[in-house]
């Protein structure tokens, strides 16, 4: 049930910004785009979420394609403490408003 | 900001017992709570979701006999795994989300099966 594709794994250097890569081409014009990242033995924690237009956070930046059929997670500066699993998920009405985990895209940062 | 706090974090249970997990919802209303397992090295896989006061709806594949649901309260959902074998062993996570509140995450139970 899974709608979005991501790569396995992605390494980044310590301080450096980190982009992660999601394609969603079978996203519907309701779907949002969720972001969530997971650590070891943890729930899943919020990073980020949009419909149409770049957002930003605290956090993070969301790069929405004009598309929309695909996405990109931008880390500004990462941290060792940014290791995890990061999931990009779609959540639409017409899926129940439920998440279906892909596999996600394990981060190392290499201090 | 929201807070999903789920208990026991680690539980070990003989094979042939029943085991509840209870997931609330600290500071917002849940109207519907989601139910996940993790295996190692997997991802979440979706178990069921329920509304209040409404029966769960169960994914293609989950037992509902096994894995019973319930959510009796906006703040409280509880999963209970019946008659657990060492092949349930698993992560399992709970999802809330409500009026105001984005899918928030409890931070999971580890069930081993002995």
């Known amino acids: 049930d899974a709608k979005t594709t991501q790569p396995n794994s992605m390494e980044s250097n310590e301080e450096e910004p980190v982009h992660l890569p999601c394609n969603h081409s079978t996203i519907s014009g309701t779907d949002y785009i969720h972001w969530y990242r997971q650590l070891p033995s943890q729930g899943p924690e919020y990073v980020i979420h949009?419909?149409?237009s770049n957002v930003n956070n605290r956090m993070a930046s969301l790069a929405i394609a004009e598309d929309r059929k695909s996405s990109t997670l931008i880390l500004h500066r990462a941290t060792l403490r940014d290791a995890a699993v990061y999931y990009c998920?779609?959540?639409?009405?017409?899926?129940?408003?439920?998440?279906?985990f892909g596999t996600g895209t394990s981060l190392t940062v290499i201090p | 900001g929201a807070v999903v706090s789920q208990h026991p974090s680690r539980v070990i249970c003989k094979s042939g017992t029943s085991v509840k997990i209870e997931c609330r919802s600290l500071d917002f209303q849940a109207t519907t709570m989601f139910w996940y397992r993790q295996f190692p090295k997997q991802s979440l896989m979706l178990m069921a979701t329920?509304?209040?006061?409404?029966?769960?709806?169960?994914e293609q594949g989950v037992e509902k006999d096994k894995f019973l649901i319930n959510h009796a309260s906006l703040t409280l959902s509880t999963l209970t795994v019946t008659s657990a074998h060492p092949e349930d062993s698993s992560f399992y996570i709970c999802?809330?989300?409500?009026?105001?509140?984005?899918?928030?995450f409890g931070s999971g139970t580890r069930l081993t099966v002995v």
């Open positions: 949009g419909l149409t």
């Open positions: 998920i779609l959540r639409g009405s017409d899926t129940g408003n439920q998440f279906y």
């Open positions: 999802s809330a989300a409500g009026q105001g509140a984005l899918y928030t």
């Open positions: 329920s509304n209040e006061g409404s029966k769960a709806t169960y």
